[in-house]
């Protein structure tokens, strides 16, 4: 029994070192989805998410707008990293577009929150709250 487990043992050790000597290629070639995050204003802000890949980008789509007493700011992401700056942390920056004549031509947004799985209500300085969600696989 013991030679068994051990011969075994070194067959799994050899295939796992072939496939993950392949398995930084194919992940290189094509991100897979790591987790995914979403950011839903509780006011008139709207909505953004989508899939946090395992080299560091992001996918999805959304935009975010607001009333100012200047008129309306609106912006729309369109594109994204992460990373995990600690155990149990995410760091989201997303890329944004302005769409109306109030926002910057681009601009970015960064955010450093715990991943729980579940809804984080977090108050901006005016007073406004926004649910965010941040789920790892």
């Known amino acids: 029994m013991r030679k068994l487990f051990l011969r075994t043992g070194i067959a799994a050790i050899a295939i796992g ?3 993950g000597a392949v398995a930084p290629a194919a992940s290189a070639a094509s991100p ?10 509780n ?3 709207g909505w953004v998410g989508g899939a946090l890949r395992t080299d560091g ?18 912006e729309r992401m369109v594109s994204g990293t992460w990373s995990s ?10 890329n ?4 109306s004549a109030l926002a910057p031509p681009t601009d970015n947004f960064t955010i450093t929150l715990p991943v729980t ?3 984080i209500k977090v108050t901006d300085p005016f007073g406004g709250t926004t649910v ?3 789920r790892l696989f």
């Open 17 to 19: 070192a072939l496939f």
């Open 32 to 41: 897979t989805v790591a987790g995914t995050f979403t950011l839903a204003d």
């Open 43 to 45: 006011g008139q802000g």
């Open 57 to 74: 980008s992001i996918s999805g789509g959304g935009a975010v707008s607001f009333s100012t007493p200047d008129g309306q700011f609106i």
């Open 85 to 94: 700056p600690a155990p149990g942390l995410v760091t989201i920056s997303l």
């Open 96 to 99: 944004l577009v302005g769409v």
């Open 117 to 119: 799985g579940g809804p």
């Open 132 to 134: 965010i969600r941040v």
